[in-house]
């Protein structure tokens, strides 16, 4: 059949069809809540233009004036929404969507305004309004096509059929004699109904796979997210386990059982046990006999969900030595289960040399006490701090009579000249030597010392 004799009713029937399915299709298709704006509005165009196609196809059974208002009306907005869409399938732009309400009402206005105008003339305008419709979402797909073939695709076929809308509109105003009506069959008419036919058939394939472009590439977006996070992860849980497995301090994790599952080098090392002995193991069968109800007590507190103060308890080696620590601890996960993470922190050279001072001070003062001289001890002012048996049984005065006062007040033969002296040979600026001084007691008995 030549291009010049398509039947017109039979384009309009397919052109009918078509819409009607690519909606039904569309409708039943499931999209991503981020896409059901543009989803809702190619189906809304699809339902217009259907309904358009239907009127056409029902002229003379209708009036025709009601046929050109509703169809030109229903066609010139379903196509704004199609091609609103378009534009919407990777992002929603509120500015086209304002745009588009424009064009779309302001066609409406023109149909309504030229409803009487002849034929021709209202087959130029249809033209021209759907050039201004189309044009612009063409231009945009292939411009903002980025990567995607489909969008240039798409944008091309829309593009070709503005070209064929031009010479259709054209063709509309310098007509034969026999006048160009939307019936007419000549070929800038049956070109366009051909492509307007193969674009709806296009279009709705289109679209889908516009949406699921955008999803695949969001889907490939979220995946290489995921695999950075998994990284990011996987590089954090190395640093952690290196970091536990190189303190000095001993960290294990025990389960919400109070078994053992993870210890690292540092608290094998220091109790000497294997990690086979150790693991799977309660906590407490290594600590001290007389710290174990301190040990379950803070066990059963963290289990519980509470956060114990730290404390110190006795952690036993394997030749029965003793490792005193201090504990603290937090509730942890460990391959996906719940767990408590705990830190014990080694003192136990801390406590030895804490013990040996003691134990050295506790000398020193048995010396200063029993030593046969009275003494006293007395700051950089001459503040008496301290003075031992000798010098009260000497003096006649308490410790506590005369702790944190000036020695050169307690009126026993020292005077602030004599204190001077003293303070300087104590502070090194003088060498020290001998001196005879004239002292007395409490009583007034004087003495040389």
């Known amino acids: ?13 397919l052109l009918f069809l078509g819409n009607l399915t690519t909606a039904i299709i569309l409708a039943a298709y499931q999209t ?13 165009g699809k339902i217009c233009q259907t309904t358009a196609w239907l009127v056409f196809m029902l002229r003379g059974d209708i009036p025709s004036v ?18 609103l869409a378009m534009i919407n399938s990777d992002r929603v732009r509120r500015p086209a969507e304002r745009v ?33 419709l189309i044009l612009p979402c ?48 000549n070929y800038s008419q049956s070109v366009e109904f051909l492509l307007l036919f193969f674009i709806m058939l296009v279009s709705g394939i289109g679209f889908l796979l516009l949406i699921k472009e955008y999803d695949d590439k969001t889907l490939l977006g979220n995946l290489d997210e ?14 952690s386990r290196s970091l536990a497995n190189n303190m000095p301090d001993y960290i294990i994790v025990y389960s919400l059982d109070a078994d053992l599952l993870y210890v690292n080098p540092a608290f094998i090392n220091g109790l000497g046990y294997s990690s086979e002995k150790v693991l799977n193991n309660p906590l407490s069968s290594f600590v001290a006999p007389e710290h174990r109800k301190i040990a379950e007590n803070a066990i059963s507190a963290r289990i519980s969900g509470q956060n114990p103060k730290p404390y110190e308890i006795d952690l036993l080696t394997r030749d029965n030595k003793r490792r005193s620590v201090i504990v603290k601890g937090s509730s942890v996960k460990y391959k996906n289960t719940q767990a408590i993470l705990v830190v014990f922190t080694d003192i136990t050279e801390r406590k030895e040399a804490e013990q040996t001072l003691k134990e050295n001070h506790d000398k020193c003062l048995k010396l200063f006490q029993e030593n046969r001289d009275a003494i006293a001890i007395v700051n950089d002012e001459g503040m008496i701090l301290e003075v031992n048996r000798e ?17 050169d007040t307690l009126n026993i ?15 090194g600026k003088k060498s020290v030597v001998q001196q005879e001084i004239q002292v007395q007691n409490r009583n007034r008995v004087p003495c040389t010392t």
């Open 391 to 407: 010098f009260e049984k000497f003096f006649l005065y308490r410790e506590d009579e005369v702790h944190n006062k000036l020695i």
């Open 32 to 44: 991503s809540p981020e896409k059901k704006r543009p989803h809702h509005q190619f189906i809304a």
């Open 226 to 239: 995921k695999n950075r996070l998994v990284d990011e992860i996987s590089e954090s849980e190395a640093f």
């Open 1 to 13: 059949m030549p291009l010049t004799h398509l039947d017109i009713q039979t384009v309009f029937t």
């Open 100 to 132: 588009y309400t424009i064009l779309a009402s302001g066609s409406v206005i023109a149909c309504v305004l030229l409803v009487s105008s002849p034929d021709n003339i209202r087959v130029a305008l249809a033209s021209l309004i759907g050039i201004i």
């Open 66 to 83: 009601v046929s050109i208002l509703i169809g030109n009306s229903l066609l010139f907005v379903g196509v704004a929404y199609e091609t």
């Open 138 to 185: 063409a231009g945009f797909l292939i411009y903002y096509a980025g990567e995607s073939l489909l969008r240039r695709v798409i944008g091309t076929l829309y593009g070709l059929f503005c070209i064929t809308s031009f010479v259709r509109l054209n063709a509309s105003l310098f007509p034969p004699s026999n006048g160009y009506t939307l019936y007419s069959a």
């Open 413 to 427: 033969g020292i005077n602030r000249q004599i204190l001077h002296h003293i303070l300087e040979y104590g502070t």
